[in-house]
């Protein structure tokens, strides 16, 4: 399986949102509505920020939000806040016979 | 209070091997997918492997044949032995829950643990 395409960087101001884009194949990002964003601050346990295309974990804020339109999902981040700042990894389910499949993830840096 | 800590990582000769573990508290690992991922320094994120609650297994092509996943219900634990390792293996090693959104499968995962390092080289 190869990995997920997401930019490699984004930024944005505080206050501001900032999409991320996921792109994958009919495969798996395409063919499931099974895609899941983390969020990875260095040196901590990555954080479950959306499930299942567009759903948000208990605990996690709406200015999270996650959407798909055929084979690229998309995280945006709205209010933009410091703590935000941080590496962002898409993952998705790519069939019955396979593991998952990451992104190369995105660091998203506040302005 | 849910948490996961994972232990057993180290320092390894290339051709050795290490079995990881990774000891869960407030859930019940058979009840539950989980999974090992790992981080190569300055890489991203890998799927290394997952066990579903019935006990199918599954691998990534780049350690399918070497790694085993694995789970002692009496002791709550995950487990990873990792055979024949190269220097392609030194990263960082996470297990994580499988999560189970509005009661439902979700193929995510919600709670991490803090990784324990493998370093292989000679």
């Known amino acids: 399986q190869s990995a997920l395409t997401q930019p490699p960087s984004a930024s944005g101001s505080p206050g501001q949102s900032v999409t991320i884009s996921c792109t994958g194949t009919?495969?798996?990002?395409?063919?499931?509505?099974?895609v899941s964003w983390y969020q990875h601050h260095p040196g901590k346990a990555p954080k479950l920020l959306i499930y299942?295309?567009?759903k948000r974990p208990s605990g996690v804020p709406d200015r999270f939000s996650g959407s798909k339109s055929g084979n690229t999902a998309s995280l945006t981040v709205s209010g933009l806040q410091a703590d935000d700042e941080a590496d962002y990894y898409c993952?998705?389910?790519?069939?019955?016979?396979?593991?998952?499949?990451f992104g190369g993830g995105t660091k998203l840096t506040v302005l | 209070e849910v948490q996961l800590v994972e232990s057993g990582g180290g320092w390894v000769q290339p051709g050795g091997s290490l079995r990881l573990s990774c000891a869960a508290s407030?859930?019940?690992?058979?009840?539950?997918?989980m999974s090992w991922v790992r981080q190569a320094p300055g890489k991203g994120l890998e799927w290394v492997s997952v066990?579903?609650?019935?006990?199918?297994?599954y691998y990534a092509d780049s350690v399918k044949g070497r790694f085993t996943i694995s789970r002692d219900n009496s002791k709550n634990t995950l487990y990873l032995q990792m055979n024949s390792l190269t220097a392609e293996d030194t990263a960082l090693y996470y297990c994580?829950?499988?999560?189970?959104?509005?009661?439902?499968?979700?193929?995510?995962?919600?709670?991490w643990g803090q990784g324990t390092m493998v370093i292989v080289s000679s």
């Open positions: 066990i579903y609650s019935g006990g199918s297994t």
């Open positions: 009919s495969s798996d990002v395409g063919g499931y509505n099974y």
């Open positions: 994580a829950r499988g999560y189970y959104g509005s009661g439902s499968y979700s193929d995510a995962f919600d709670i």
């Open positions: 299942a295309v567009s």
């Open positions: 993952s998705s389910y790519a069939g019955s016979t396979n593991l998952g499949v």
């Open positions: 407030g859930f019940t690992v058979s009840t539950n997918y």
